[in-house]
């Protein structure tokens, strides 16, 4: 009896160390300077009900390119995370080359599920052939924002009077360096996955690819490089790095910037005292843009591990974070919006009458449109070839932009697949 209850005691003791046994998953996301607080917050709530679950997060990306790149290299090196955070237009890339497992299993085992609670346009880009492989975690739009204590140097002191087109940005360039301003205007075209040429392409409700066709050889496409030389030349823009341009503009330096309503929480609590106001981004034309690309990321599940408890680990830590009190965390500590109607609920129902700024993208929402990839092995080329030419508009190299518009179509149909 007594060597029974013995057997007994070790068994319990063993089963009880079992449950207390810690999973260890790896999480990788990029902008530290964006995200860093978000999971500060999310963190310690996913502690709470998954005490047994240990998240270790590694060194962040420095863009999504760099994600990307990153997790395409530890892939053949065999040390790939368990979970990462990829830009909503660099998914495909990782399910074509079998990096990306698919959710479905996991989804399919959730009676409480509803695939329906993530914004549409968000979970199409996260889905390949029916399955879901990306969650999407956080949803931005280009926005524009004013420093209106130097706005007021152009005349301008409230919301209704800001620029609703490019044209009229321009004109304000045009008074604020009357008034003695050095550098009036930020235009975010170094903003990753040449979004901002989708944001005018969109604009004039046309798409940038069209299946393997690069569309910036078109009529719209000639209207957005020129739209782009209008604005820089006009406003006498200065070529400066996009972390240097929100400090910049952090610092009350910049009267207008236009960029991802991602960086609203981080410059709210880098910028110094003057009135901050946030509106829709302008169009082409006056009555605004017809399309804007939707920027964000997704959570995907690539580890390399095949125990049962680190995948199931590895999903609760992703289903967290994109759904309910986690996702709501992306609103309150960012620009982002949550791509879950449950965050949304969760959030007070006066939260974005409370944060205004915040609201504008919101607004935006209609406006919403696929952030695209360049499709095949060298889509990461392509938005370096892209990014080059922009560049070269920003800094004189080039002046004509048919010319310009010639020599991308060219250089970007070669890295595209011929079918």
Request: negative net charge.
């Amino acid at each position: 009896m007594k060597k029974t209850l013995t057997a007994i005691a070790l068994l319990l003791a063993a089963s009880a160390a079992h449950a207390d046994e810690k999973v260890t998953i790896e999480f990788a996301y990029p902008y530290s300077h964006l995200f860093d607080v978000t999971y500060e917050k999310i963190l310690p709530k996913f502690n709470k009900q998954f005490p047994n679950i240990e998240v270790k997060i590694r060194a962040t990306y420095e863009s999504y390119e760099d994600g990307t790149n990153t997790i395409l290299r530890e892939a053949v090196a065999g040390t790939l995370p368990d979970v990462t955070m990829q830009g909503l237009n660099r998914q495909a890339i990782l399910v074509e080359k079998g990096i990306a497992k698919s959710l479905e299993p996991f989804i399919l085992k959730e009676e409480t599920f509803e695939k329906d609670g993530y914004h549409d346009a968000m979970l199409k880009l996260g889905s390949f052939n029916d399955d879901i492989y990306g969650l999407p975690f956080s949803v931005s739009l280009p926005v524009g924002y004013y420093n209106m204590d130097v706005m007021a140097k152009a005349g301008i002191t409230s919301v209704a009077d800001l620029p609703e087109s490019w044209d009229e940005v321009v004109e304000v360039c045009g008074k604020l360096h009357e008034a003695g301003v050095r550098n009036p205007m930020f235009w975010g075209w170094n903003i990753t996955g040449n979004w901002f040429l989708q944001a005018l392409m969109w604009s004039q409700d046309k798409a940038t690819m069209e299946g393997n066709a690069f569309q910036v050889s078109s009529d719209e496409g000639l209207k957005s490089l020129e739209t782009m030389k209008g604005i820089f030349r006009g406003c006498d823009m200065q070529n400066i790095e996009w972390k240097a341009a929100l400090a910049s503009f952090s610092a009350g330096e910049i009267g207008m910037m236009f960029w991802s309503t991602s960086a609203l929480g981080a410059v709210e609590r880098a910028k110094g005292d003057f009135e901050l106001k946030t509106n829709e981004y302008p169009g082409i034309e006056a009555s605004g843009p017809k399309g804007l690309p939707a920027g964000g990321n997704a959570a995907m599940l690539v580890s390399s591990s095949e125990d049962p408890k680190v995948l199931n680990a590895a999903w609760e830590w992703l289903k967290f974070i994109t759904s309910g009190e986690g996702a709501a965390d992306v609103a309150r500590t960012t620009g982002y919006m949550p791509p879950n109607k449950a965050a949304n609920e969760v959030i007070l129902a006066d939260f974005y009458q409370q944060n205004p700024n915040k609201e504008t993208a919101v607004r935006q929402l209609p406006l919403l449109r696929d952030w695209q990839a360049y499709p095949g092995d060298n889509g990461l080329a392509i938005t370096q070839v892209i990014y080059d030419g922009i560049e070269g508009i920003v800094t004189g190299e080039f002046d004509d932009m048919a010319e310009l518009q010639e020599q991308l179509d060219e250089e970007v149909s070669d890295l595209l697949p011929s079918n």
